[in-house]
């Protein structure tokens, strides 16, 4: 069953010299459960694309569906329920909160649910045990390795467990057995029926890759 479907998306920067066009008309389509590495050099258009599919970034033309959800057809309020509701984001920069603790940081996308706050804090502690980071759970982000960082950054996207997570360059920052330790949880969500759209330039990761795609120059090749 299709979780995503995209549709000729286009997406283009206004520039001095005339529109830059990011994305070329893409089209995919995502089954639950998949776990899909996109790969390619830096500039074709991959982290456009994640922004895209999780309605962070209205395309140019194309339409994006999750769900049966026509993505880009939703007023702003709902779209902020959606992206809360059905996706958990793992950015580059980790957006983390540096006055929060990591607790706090992980607990955020809990915020506006019903959920009583002792299990809040119970999804929160089993999220960063995922990450091997349950002692750290006090700390403020700034007193965290980079690493630590997008771990925390990780267990945020999964602790309210979406069905749909987007993740750029999630083992970036991290050694070669800490990102085989996050992969392996990355390939659990899909196995218990997850879907997981990952950004990575690591050839290693893609070995827990369902299915690959390839883009160049803000096409699929």
Known sequence: ??????????????SGDGPVAALRGVSLTLDTGELLAVVGPSGSGKSTL?????????????????????VYSLG????????????GFVFQEFQLLPYLTVLQNVMLPLAVTDIPPRRQVEMAEKALEGVGL??????????LSGGEQERVAIARAIVNEPPL?????PTGALDSATGERIMEL???????????VMVTHNPDNLRYATRVLTMKDGAVQ
Request: cysteine-free; charged content about 25%; hydrophobic content about 40%.
């Open 186 to 196: 990355f390939a659990g969500l899909h196995g218990r029926g997850r879907s997981v």
């Open 165 to 169: 997570i987007l993740a750029d360059e």
């Open 1 to 14: 069953m299709a979780l995503i479907e995209a549709v000729d998306v286009r997406k283009e920067y206004p």
């Open 50 to 70: 994640l922004g895209i599919l999780g309605g962070l970034n209205p395309p140019t033309a194309g339409s994006v569906t999750v769900d049966g959800i026509d």
């Open 134 to 143: 349950v002692g750290k759970a006090r700390r403020l982000p700034g007193q």
């Open 76 to 87: 702003q309020d709902r779209l902020a329920d959606f992206r809360n509701e059905y996706v």
